[in-house]
């Protein structure tokens, strides 16, 4: 089950799009490792196509049979490399999540700033088992919708410099006040 998006109508998924063109005509669009050849040529597509009509669940249906058997080797504390360890059975659901709401936030962000909105509201859009306290510290807080939308913009497939979205799984996003 995804996350839930309050503002998600056909102005956040034109505003959505825009951000996906954006990364793609600057060569900056996340393309995760665990995709494979296939996934890697067709995520542009895929993302644009969930942007356009679905969710994030749409986008990890479409993703999941385009994933690497294995996920690249782990650099252990001796210094050499595991044995690349079996794809785990949520990757897809983990890259899905991350990246649809990566764009879902940029749209927003840039909607709020072309109505005059300064900030949006992180809130908790799934329930997770085990909450970090890192992600429940954030939850209601009101962040500039500048700063947050250029941190995602310069921060695409990493952690980004104010912490949302706090690490893969957290279940935050963000809303309009």
């Known amino acids: 089950m995804g996350l839930e998006y309050k503002h998600l109508d056909e102005r956040t998924r034109r505003l959505m799009l825009e951000e996906i063109e954006h990364d793609v005509a600057s060569s900056a669009l996340y393309l995760s490792t665990n995709l ?26 479409a993703i999941v049979s385009r994933l690497n058997s294995h996920e690249k080797p782990r650099q252990l504390k001796s210094g050499k ?18 990246e649809f709401n990566r764009f879902y936030m940029r749209a927003l962000c840039s909607r709020a700033i072309g ?24 939850i209601g807080r009101a962040m500039s919708a500048d700063s947050l939308l250029e941190d995602l913009r ?24």
């Open 36 to 61: 494979n050849e296939n996934g890697i040529a067709e995520y542009p597509d895929l993302i644009r196509e969930a942007a356009r009509s679905g969710d994030d669940d749409t986008l990890a249906a």
């Open 81 to 98: 490399l595991s044995k690349p360890p079996v794809m785990r059975s949520n990757a897809h659901q983990m890259l899905a999540e991350g």
């Open 115 to 138: 109505d005059g909105v300064p900030s949006v509201i992180v809130f908790r859009a799934k329930t997770v088992e085990h909450a970090r306290s890192a992600s429940e510290q954030m």
């Open 154 to 177: 310069n921060s695409t497939g990493v952690d980004t410099a104010l912490g949302l979205p706090p690490g893969p799984n957290s279940g935050l996003s963000v809303h309009l006040p």
